[in-house]
C-alpha cells in the first residue's frame, strides 16, 4: 500500500509562487510516475503535470508550461511543483497521485490541498 501526503498549499497574489509537495510512504517500485492534478470548483479533475521517477523526465499541461517545474527527491520520496507566475485561474485543489508503469491509471491518490490565487 502506498500513501501520499500533500503539503505546501495557501493564499498567493497573482504572480507569486508556491512550491507543493507531495511525501510519499509505503511499498512503492521504481518503475513508477508522479503526477499532479487539480480540480476547481465546479470544474473537472485536470492533468497538470507528471514525472517519471527512474529518468525525471516531466511532461506538463499546455496551461501550466513555462510556470510550472516539476521535480523528484529520491532521498525523501517527495515530488514537488514549484508554481510560478501564479494566476486566479490556477486556483484549485491540488492533489498528487502514482501511477505504476504497468499501469494505465493513477491507483493512489493523496488527500488534496488547496492553493487560492487571489487577484
Known amino acids: 500500500q502506498v500513501q501520499l501526503v500533500e503539503s505546501g498549499g495557501g493564499l498567493v497574489q497573482a504572480g507569486g509562487s508556491l512550491r507543493l509537495s507531495c511525501a510519499a510512504s509505503g511499498r512503492t517500485f521504481s518503475n513508477y510516475y508522479m503526477g499532479w492534478f487539480r480540480q476547481a470548483p465546479g470544474k473537472e479533475r485536470e492533468f497538470v503535470a507528471v514525472i517519471d521517477w527512474s529518468t525525471a523526465s516531466a511532461a506538463y499541461a499546455d496551461s501550466v508550461k513555462g510556470r510550472f517545474t516539476i521535480s523528484r527527491d529520491n532521498a525523501k520520496n517527495t515530488v514537488y511543483l514549484q508554481m510560478s507566475s501564479l494566476k486566479p485561474e490556477d486556483t484549485a485543489v491540488y492533489s498528487c497521485?502514482?501511477?505504476?508503469?504497468?499501469?494505465?491509471?493513477?491507483?493512489?491518490w493523496g488527500q488534496g490541498t488547496q492553493v487560492t490565487v487571489s487577484s
Open positions: 497521485a502514482l501511477r505504476y508503469s504497468t499501469s494505465t491509471r493513477y491507483d493512489y
